[in-house]
């Protein structure tokens, strides 16, 4: 799908009351994946802020959380930053990888992160980014499976590089970059499968 067409798509189904008031979701929470190949990154966070704009603009208010400007406020906070800076050409990929999933948990430090700017900002639907950017110490299914407890008030779009496909032997599955084939997740919708 072009574009701009995406672009009329989830401006048309993110601005409809249907979308807004959680409809038709059968008990499931809000959780909607916006996949795009990963080789359209920088027109898809063009796309992103174009939409923000013009929601706002509706009287839509979106909450953008970029997964790694959140990761990097979290290091900061626990002033653990400048140690991660100054130890990443010492250490092994696999060491600052493990390092990073701890200080970076989704349960125990990155979703009550996120749920403070929940509760700190008044908005109708949540964008989640920067998925890419925080693989592989932060992984997608990991957030969203956290979040389901803290963020199904209000409508949840993370926009993904990759695939959120579906099929009756192996369910339904992000698949990052296209690539990655292992994370198992049930419980969003793909947004261009919704009706507006």
């Known amino acids: 799908m072009p574009m701009q067409d995406r672009f009329q798509h989830l401006f048309a ?3 409809g009351q249907r979308f807004l008031n959680k409809q038709g979701l059968g008990n499931e929470v809000p959780f909607f994946i916006c996949p ?11 796309l992103q802020r174009q939409l923000v704009n013009r929601l706002e603009q509706a009287g839509i208010r979106i909450l953008e959380i970029n ?40 349960e125990a430090h990155l979703v009550p992160a996120i749920a403070a700017k929940l509760a700190s900002i008044d908005f ?9 950017e925080v ?4 992984r997608s299914h990991n957030v969203l499976n956290n979040l389901q407890s803290t963020a199904k008030e209000k409508p949840t779009v993370m926009f993904f590089p990759g695939a959120y496909t579906h ?19 049930y419980r969003a919708f793909n947004i261009f499968h919704c009706e507006v």
């Open 167 to 185: 099929s009756l032997e192996s369910g339904a599955s992000l698949d990052l970059f296209g690539r990655l084939h292992d994370d198992k997740y």
């Open 13 to 15: 189904v993110i601005s």
């Open 36 to 46: 795009y190949k990963p080789e359209e990154s920088v027109e898809m966070e063009r």
């Open 67 to 106: 997964l790694y400007d959140i990761s990097i406020e979290i290091l900061k906070e626990r002033d653990i930053w400048d140690q991660i800076v100054e130890m990443e050409d010492s250490v092994s990929k696999e060491q600052l990888k493990e390092l990073l999933q701890g200080v970076l948990d989704p």
């Open 124 to 132: 109708e639907v949540l964008f989640l980014s920067g998925v890419g």
């Open 135 to 138: 693989f592989p110490y932060i």
